[in-house]
């Protein structure tokens, strides 16, 4: 009976993979598995180099490295956050609104894309387009624990306030008393009078 090393062997020996015309697709395929097994490892490290980048400011290298990121990977939400970020910051609010939305689309939930996206809306004062992206993130729930820990902001919560200022704005009051009562339950050490002042700070 044949050994490992001696199928092994006899399969390199076979003329069919001798030929030059076999060893060429071959030689493709074994990049592409290649490329394929190491592919979370290059979309880290793009990111990583494109979150360097951002923190120093330098907004279009970040942007090229996490295109190519996307390129890879196109559900990746850091990548798709950062991209979004890059644009913003230069002032491009169209691409960043563009590409919060092709985030969105790769990963409905992704908070912070819906986040970032309602608050440009309303900078913009476009109430009506920023309210779904808020209600989503109040559908997903707060954020745990854990989360909390690690980054102390919570989205579920400024979606709420940012919320009860969307429907002040568009005529919609009936509908604040409940998102105040979420705030009561989820966030029970904040008074409603504290909350009601930061919406009114954020006008």
């Not at 993979?17 to 097994?37: E, H, K, M, Q, Y």
């Not at 009562?181 to 954020?202: E, G, H, Q, V, Y």
């Amino acid at each position: 009976m044949m050994s490992e090393d001696d199928k092994l062997e006899s399969m390199l020996a076979d003329p069919w993979l001798a030929r030059p015309g076999t060893r060429w697709p071959l030689s493709i395929l074994f990049v592409l598995v290649a490329l394929f097994a190491l592919r979370p490892i290059i979309v880290d490290r793009l990111i990583s180099r494109a979150e360097a980048y951002s923190s120093n400011s330098m907004f279009n290298n970040t942007a090229r490295e996490c295109q190519k990121a996307i390129f890879l990977d196109g559900g990746n939400t850091r990548a798709w956050n950062l991209l979004g970020g890059a644009y913003r910051s230069q002032g491009d609010i169209p691409n960043a609104v563009n590409t919060y939305l092709n985030a969105i689309n790769a990963n409905p939930a992704n908070k912070v894309a819906n986040f970032r996206v309602a608050m440009i809306f309303v900078l913009e004062k476009d109430y009506y387009r920023a309210i779904p992206h808020f209600e989503l993130i109040r559908i997903l729930g707060p954020e745990s624990p854990a989360t909390l820990a690690c980054d102390s902001f919570s989205y579920y919560r400024a979606s709420l306030e940012m919320l009860s200022l969307c429907y002040e704005k568009t005529g919609k009051s009936d509908k604040i008393p409940d998102i105040l009562k979420d705030l009561a339950i989820t966030f029970p050490t904040c008074s409603k009078d504290d909350d009601m002042l930061k919406i009114r700070n954020a006008k």
